[in-house]
């Protein structure tokens, strides 16, 4: 299998927020793609970001770097970044790095957008 | 020392080899019946070591090999991974800060600290020219392990 097709991304407008779907691993060879696909939703003037984890199975320290330096430049410029629908596993790897004092999880992308 | 408790395999220092890695942490997993969330930690900790190894390792580039010996015992895991790299001692690596506002967090050594939260041994030495770490750990099952014939 081709190792980029490993984690697919879909996004789409939800009123002033950005929801991003992602599905697969969230590894050094696939955070790469998501960190583009932020960074020009950012750059299009997105303050208003969702991530969504439900079929997301699996991250590594690779993938928490996009995390934190997207939460860091939507912060920056008064924007939010919130998640949604973690697994119990890559919750575990997020608390573990302790992302969850900074970042809110929360159960379903309307109860994220909600908070936008 | 059960012949299905072990797999020795060696990959490229290419980052696309993380397909393989997880592939055998599997594949050993599969037969020496270790739980699916054991194996997801397992998988995340070498991830981060062979990422690391990979990336800093081999500064002067080429191709290089970095050796894996597992080892599944009914209540552990044994891992040795053996690389040629320049001289890095993972478990003498400073701990990452204590959760801090999120304008301060670093990310460096984050890797690190997800290996040390997930295995509950990890000691290093260096020997021949080679990087070898040793990592263990617990395999907590549920019921005792099935006996398979054949």
Known sequence: ?116 | MNAQGCLVFELKNDIRELAALSRHVEALGRRAGIPARTLLEVNLALDELFTNIITYGFPQGGEHRIRFHLRADPRRLTIVIEDEGVPFDPVACAPVEAPCPLEERRVGGLGLHLVRNLMDEMSYRRTQGKNVLTLRKRIERQEPPACEAG
């Open chain 1, 1 to 116: 299998m081709n190792r980029e097709a490993d984690m697919e991304i879909t996004e789409e407008t939800r009123g002033n927020a950005r929801l991003f779907r992602l599905q697969g691993r969230l590894d050094s060879n696939t955070s790469p793609a998501l960190e583009q696909r932020l960074a020009e939703a950012l750059s299009n003037g997105t303050r208003g970001v969702v991530i969504d984890f439900k079929h997301l199975d699996y991250i590594s320290s690779a993938g928490l770097r996009v995390i934190l330096k997207t939460a860091k430049a939507l912060k920056r410029d008064n924007g939010k970044l919130l998640l949604c629908c973690m697994q119990d596993y890559v919750k575990e790897v997020f608390e573990i790095a302790g992302f969850d004092s900074f970042l809110p999880i929360l159960p379903s992308p309307e109860d994220a957008l909600r908070e936008i």
